[in-house]
């Protein structure tokens, strides 16, 4: 039994220490891909997260693989718990200088990253490559202040919604994939060209711009004041802000060369900071 026991203990040790090995040689990667190539974790917590779950894996596989006293498991765990109270204070130093704003997409394939200097004010959205690394692409627009509001209207459309240190409320769209074939450029206004509804709102895109209706009450969007953001979704806005974001639906087929309307749905997401559905709108 006892046998049985100390045999189970240096397989999970040697598990835990070339888990810890692993996380190490992947901080030095890491590092050097920072150095190199720019590039940086979707959230900078993870850097001192994974040095905390190294630690508590190389201390338990050093107690459990060597010969350990009293004395030596004291030390040991005392060194470790050391380090992990300092990796701590670090991380809560760093978000208190960067705040991250992370939110990952419901089929788990993207990471929508932005980070907020602090002491600034601004706000960058980051591209996530392989997961958890990412570059930065782009400043959101205008000064964010306070909370954000994050929503994903398809598997590959990510909506953030916040207030602008003017009080207007901004939205910036983060968009991964395509309805297209991938290689041609399209505009998402002239594929949703038409008339839509829904059962309280009808949407109308024509030479102008949209007009919306919802509950009665009808709004018109001329195109000089639509943004678009990659191929997949555009914001309307009124008197520069943020009013109504039209997204394809992951149902919608985009042919640049059809002749007939394109099939599928689109997607309409109010910007306001309260919690809203998308409203799935129809071809009429």
Known sequence: MKQNTSKWKKIIGWVLFLVAI??????????????????EYVDNRLFYIINIVCLICLTAAILLLLQSSRKFIIIVSSISALLIIGHVALLISSNNEIKNITSISPDWKHVLSIKENVESGEAVYYRSYYGILARPKEVL???????????WLADDVGAVTYKAANNKTQQFIATYGDRGS???????????????????????????????????????????????FGTLAIILKKNDEAAWTIALHENFQVDTGAVEANEGNILLYKATMEKTEPIVLSRH
């Not at 692993?22 to 590039?39: E, S």
């Not at 964010?144 to 509001?149: F, N, R, T, V």
Request: charged letters at 20%.
């Open 22 to 39: 692993g996380f190490f040689c992947m901080q030095i990667g890491y590092l050097v891909l920072r150095a190199r190539f720019q590039v």
């Open 182 to 228: 991938g290689i041609s450029y399209y505009y998402v206004g002239a594929q949703t060209h038409g008339n839509w509804k829904s059962d309280n709102v009808e949407l109308v895109s024509g030479p102008e711009g949209i007009m919306i209706t919802e509950n009665g009450k009808t709004e018109m969007f001329p195109w000089d004041d639509i943004q678009q």
């Open 141 to 151: 627009p205008d000064e964010p202040m306070g909370e954000y509001q994050v929503e």
